[in-house]
């Protein structure tokens, strides 16, 4: 099954660039991102096996995407003077670059299976089910991963977290 790439752009376009911008916090990188997910799903148009609709494996892609980006951002951190300020939105808990630059370092802790799972989850508030769906495991899989990492986080916090209330 082959994905009708163009009707997908002008279709799903604002959908993806939005949550490029609540991951990124940034309006250019969620341009240039939005532009490499849907080169991605050109490339791999004809490997689509029709498991997940459309706008799921949208989503997976775009949030793939943003976490690489996010980790390609921490190992190799530019000097960004001329940038403008993050676009603040509203339907989200990533609304402060502080609440943001948290989340990335957390998220820096696990792995990306955990990182999409948490993601899904506490951002875009997603059940364990529903998370379980996007990314081909069991809810009690998503439910495991992410108390695992808590627990993990809880009794080994970084020095940067030990004042959480947990």
């Known amino acids: 099954m082959s994905l009708d790439v163009e009707n997908l752009y002008r279709r799903y376009g604002d959908m993806v660039l939005g949550r490029c911008r609540s991951l990124l916090g940034n ?32 989503f997976k892609v775009t949030t793939t995407t943003c976490l690489n980006r996010m980790r390609t951002r921490r190992r190799k951190p530019e000097e960004l003077y001329d940038e403008p300020p ?29 990182q999409q799972a948490i993601l899904y989850h ?10 379980g769906e996007v990314l081909g495991v069991s809810a009690a899989a998503i439910r495991k991963r992410i108390a695992t990492f808590r627990n993990r986080l809880k009794d080994n916090p970084p020095p940067w977290l030990q004042e959480v209330d947990w």
């Not at 993050?86 to 955990?114: C, F, H, K, Y």
């Open 27 to 58: 309006d250019a990188e969620a341009q240039d991102a939005m532009q490499e997910v849907f080169l991605k799903v050109h490339r791999y148009q004809h490997s689509f096996r029709g498991e997940a609709s459309p706008t799921t494996y949208l």
């Open 122 to 131: 506490y951002v875009d508030g997603m059940t364990h089910r529903e998370v």
């Open 86 to 114: 993050p676009i603040q939105v509203e339907d989200t808990m990533l609304t402060s670059s502080a609440t943001r630059d948290l989340l990335n370092q957390v998220l820096a802790l696990a792995d990306e299976g955990t």
